[in-house]
């Protein structure tokens, strides 16, 4: 089930979470780790813990909390847990797509769940098909599962050095064994993955948001092409692949990850308040009023009243159970239309210029019914201001937004953009404005901004560009 109204932003991915602590409650630990990471992924949740001897996985259709009860956690007794928190950007969202996945390798267990999206799936999936792999789901973890099951070697490290030089793409993934657990990044480093330390014991996040609530400290980020491993002895690093052009997703700063996670040596709030400043000094407007479009707009929009010196206030009021609560969300909400999300604070709003400061467009239907609704609330004027540049490229590496021609910001000028979406004014943070906040001013480039550019990182074959691309 989709959310109707997240249909026009970018999809989040899925977040994974692993962690070796023999005499804790792994499964409890990772059920809040996954808690914190919900918002990278709402359509499925699973767990796999081991005592050493067997393995149980727990994984099912839904939110964490919906997966996971009380009585479930008690049924997870182990040393050694991976969890993982899943939207559907390759392969259906369905039950068998659910991680982790388990299998059997040279007679022992393993367990693995990913964040990502691999570029060359068809390949790889070809080629195990014609080397008689049974497959079971859509998804491309478990083409990452199968490469690791019919990999030669009984040495399960050497497999997956291998491994990671044959997959291409974005890949942040965890994997548990008998006595450790395993996280390893793809070469570019496009989806984020954290070392934290609890006590004498050690683990892995997508983001530093899911150590904090667990009481554990980041260590550090896993660098691209890394893999670390925890066991007994604590953890153990090394690099496997040559690090390519580093590419984290740019769109984890502006909109995916947690404001409270800290990415490269930043808190994303502090990064998305940046962003808002340099948007304000960008794209100056003559305003009364500053106000986001919640949640996502809420840092940029302080930081662009800061630099601008207009007064911040709150005018929409979101609605933060709607999403997950109607079975048919074509059907029945979209008729109640955007008022369902967000209701406008009329008094805070009559007769006001304003400035609303929204994270990124995609389609533009919401932004769109989201103005008229401000005009209909008493809105003199209301000048869009977007804290990331337009969007006119497709992304392959797992974040699901929209084919190349359903893009708003498509072939037309910010002028035509804003016309169609009917506001007062429309304008978006440079990339170069986007990079400074992002960065700070002395950090290097190290981003993914594909979907901005057009310049991917990991080169993407031509059938699956053909399969975004519609003017090619
Ligand atoms: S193309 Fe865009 S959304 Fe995809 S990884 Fe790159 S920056 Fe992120």
């Avoid at 005018?315 to 159970?321: P, S």
């Avoid at 359903?406 to 007062?424: N, Q, R």
Wanted: charged letters at 25%; proline letters at 4%.
């Amino acid at each position: 089930m989709r959310d109707p109204w997240q249909d026009d932003s970018p999809h989040d991915e899925c977040g994974v979470f692993a962690i070796y602590a023999p005499q804790m409650d792994v499964a409890r630990l990772t059920f809040f780790a996954l808690f914190a990471l919900q918002h990278r992924g709402q359509e499925s949740a699973g767990i796999a813990v081991t005592d050493g001897s067997r393995l149980i996985v727990h994984k099912d259709m839904g939110l964490v909390s919906q997966v996971f009860q009380e009585q479930t956690l008690q049924g997870l007794p182990g040393q050694l847990a991976i969890g993982h928190v899943r939207y559907s950007t390759t392969g259906s969202n369905e039950m068998r797509n659910a991680q982790p996945f388990a299998r059997v390798r040279n007679g022992s267990f393993i367990a693995l769940a990913h964040n990502g999206n691999l570029v060359n799936t068809d390949q790889l999936r070809t080629d195990l098909l014609r080397n008689g792999h049974v497959f079971e789901s859509t998804s491309d973890t478990e083409v990452i599962a199968a490469l690791l099951v019919e990999h030669p070697s009984r040495d399960l490290h050497e497999a997956i050095r291998d491994i990671i030089l044959k997959m291409r793409g974005a890949f942040s993934a965890v994997l548990l064994t008998n006595d450790e657990v395993i996280g390893f990044r793809d070469p570019y480093g496009i989806r984020p993955l954290v070392l934290g330390q609890l006590g004498d014991r050690f683990c892995l996040a997508s983001e530093s948001s899911g150590l904090d609530i667990i009481g554990a400290r980041m260590v550090r980020e896993i660098e691209p092409g890394e893999i670390c491993w925890i066991d007994s002895d604590g953890y153990h690093i090394e690099q496997v692949a040559r690090r390519e052009r580093e590419s984290l997703c740019v769109f984890e700063f502006i909109y995916f990850a947690r404001p409270d996670s800290v990415m490269k040596g930043h808190t994303l709030y502090g990064a998305r308040s940046r962003m808002g400043e340099e948007l304000a000094a960008e794209s100056p407007v003559d305003a009364d009023l500053v106000i986001p479009v919640p949640d996502t707009g809420n840092s940029a929009a302080i930081g662009y009243s800061a630099r601008s010196g207009i007064t911040y206030g709150e005018a929409l009021i979101k609605n933060r159970y709607i999403g997950r609560t109607f079975i048919d969300p074509d059907d029945q909400v979209r008729k109640l239309g955007i008022r369902m999300k967000f209701n406008p604070l009329a008094s805070a709003i009559k007769g006001k210029k304003l400035v609303v400061v929204d994270d990124s467009i995609v389609r533009g239907n919401t932004t769109r019914a989201l103005v008229r609704v401000l005009f209909e609330a008493g809105a003199a004027e209301v000048h869009l201001r977007v804290s990331s540049p337009p969007i006119v490229f497709p992304c392959f590496y797992g974040i699901d937004m929209a084919d190349q021609d359903e893009f708003i910001a498509f072939g037309k000028s910010v002028d035509e953009i804003s016309h169609e979406l009917g506001a007062t004014s429309v304008a978006y943070l440079s990339l170069e404005g986007l990079l400074r906040a992002a960065h700070g001013d002395e950090g290097e480039d190290c981003f993914c901004t594909a979907c901005f550019s057009g310049d991917y990182p990991c080169e993407v074959p031509e059938n699956l560009r053909l399969s975004k691309f519609r003017y090619e």
